[in-house]
């Protein structure tokens, strides 16, 4: 699914340059739940970044379900990131005007899809996450744990190849981390290819396998049994 | 621009944004009220301006006689100089390609009475073309005619405040007044827009008013009305020739700046017209400024907007918006809200300017009005420019990558 090759990215901070990547190699097999942890300057965040074109590599490849990612223009990368990507935030990133269905229903109008299509397969990605009767409610009268099975909701409902989640449960309790751990477990489960950027032990121990990140270079990648959020869950 | 999904979208976004929608509409509305609004008290205060001081006939000049200053062809200085009957009959046929009418008139004033009634009042002594050279109106009856100036008839045409003051509701027409100490027979009542004082005239036959003073042939002042198409230049030789024809006509020195006085109202007028047209200048750029200030609004509620939804579409570049769409979906909203607001605005302010009339003539301003093509074009410059002042910063947070606009709370 992906394959990174010496991947270097730097950024600028006046006249000296920060190097933030140095040189990533990194296969991640379809159907894989890969989590990406290190502290806060390893270059995690940058690197999801690349991996969801919202940033630009410096030098080495990338290559996304066999097609090779470069010379990204906005347009492109909007393109890419529309045909590839699903995205869950930290923040969850809803629109606070929009209701939930219309939130989820989103990225299918970018890809065109016509309107009733779009309300239907919504409706049923929001059932997905069970909150089909919540589907004309603001972002606003929704919980944190909700919010994130929107967001979700809506990071499956373009039929990505990919999911990215950055840190997907750093803005909720446990209880509720949990209960979308095993949302994301159970989407993994049915063959999408998950990567998911935390700091979190527990969390990072529900995935299939952990990439640990420091000072800009892979120092471990470890297959694991993977824990069950499951059992946290009533 | 015709995707029925994106106007829902559109739609859907201003139906949710009422706030946001008001402001941004509001501006535009009150920014071309307030464009017509002004520019239509501009021609306001244009119209009383006119109606001051471009009430007589242009195209004429006054002819004053008074005493030389100058000893010439044996005669002294200090003579006084009179205007005759044959005077009028030589300029007619020295000067008909430059003229258009001639009249005299002799100004005296006289106790007039009806009646109970008197009053004194300023009788002129005219000839039928007079009612040119004042622009009267007649409202009732005639005015002087030739066959009066033959006979030396006893008729009068006597102002609006004339009969309002002698006749009361009485009709005036056919009535008899005593004007000093003989009576006319009143055959016309007549109205001015150059105000009261005008309406306060009582005109008569010149003949008449000579063969009452003894049967003179002596005439005050001779108003002489040249040819429109002559213009400024031509109006200024005509009068110089006339100036020189009659200084020798009547034995005065051609260096003699007394004698003969000839006022060019010509030359009032231009003053007049530069005047009109300093008017017409701060009228505009009142115009103008209120429309830059329109513009000004428009683009920093435009700012304002793009800046608060820059999360907004930092997740929908995320979710796959295009740069394009991006801007495509800020303009056309934008230039949804300011055509529809626009418009109303314009509406609202050509209602108001109808509605006002007559109510501010008090402040000088009569009859304000914007002319249609003014008013459309100042509102599709309006939206031109709403357009513009949205594209600016609307390509800007297209091309913000989404990394940072998600990060922007």
Sequence with gaps: ?234 | MFNRDRWQEIFETIRKNKLRTFLSGFTVALGILIFIILFGFGNGLKNTFKEFFLDDATNTLYLFAGRTSKPYRGFKANRRIEFENSDLADIKQNFSFFLEYITPRISRGASVRYKNEFDNYTTRGVAPDHQYAEKTIIMKGRYINELDVKNKSKHAVIGRLVALDLFKQEDPIGKFIDVGNSVFKVVGVFQDDGGDNEERFIYIPYTTRQSLEKGNDKVDQIIVAFRPELGHAGALAFEKELRTYLKDKKSIAPSDPRGIFIRNVADQLKQNQQFANVLQLIVTFVGLGTLIAGIIGISNIMVFVVKERTKELGIRKALGATPKSVIQMILQESIFITTISGFVGMAIGVFILNNIGETLEDYFIKNPYIDMETALFSTLILILFGGIAGYVPAKRAASIKPIVALRDE
Excluded at chain 1, 37 to 63: A, C, H, P, Q
Excluded at chain 1, 64 to 77: G, H, N, P, Q, W
Excluded at chain 1, 214 to 219: E, P, Q
């Design chain 1, 1 to 234: 699914m992906i394959k990174i090759n010496d991947l270097h990215k730097s950024y600028k901070m006046g006249n000296s340059s920060l190097h933030v990547l140095k040189g990533i190699n990194l296969d991640i097999e379809d159907g894989e739940l890969v989590a990406i942890m290190g502290s806060s300057g390893s270059g995690k965040s940058t690197l999801l970044n690349i991996l969801g074109m919202l940033d630009v590599l410096d030098e080495g490849t990338y290559e996304l379900d066999r097609v090779l990612i470069e010379d990204l223009d906005e347009t492109k990368a909007a393109k890419y990131r529309n045909k590839f990507l699903g995205f869950i935030f930290q923040s969850f990133n809803l629109i606070n005007y929009k209701t939930a269905l219309e939130n989820v229903s989103l990225p299918l109008y970018y890809q065109g899809v016509g309107r009733k299509e779009r309300q239907e397969k919504a409706l049923r990605y929001l059932a997905s996450v069970g909150l089909a009767d919540w589907a004309t409610h603001l972002p606003s009268e929704l919980s944190g744990g909700q919010k994130q099975r929107v967001a979700i909701a809506r990071a499956m409902a373009s039929e990505p190849k990919l999911l990215l989640a950055d840190e997907p449960t750093g803005a909720l309790d446990t209880k509720t981390s949990y209960e979308v751990m095993d949302l994301i477990q159970k989407i993994n489960q049915e063959g999408k290819t998950i990567l998911v950027v935390t700091h979190e032990e527990d969390i990072a121990q529900m995935c299939k396998r952990i990439v640990r990140l420091k000072d800009g270079v892979i120092v471990e990648d470890t297959k694991v049994d993977q824990v069950l959020a499951a059992q946290y869950v009533q």
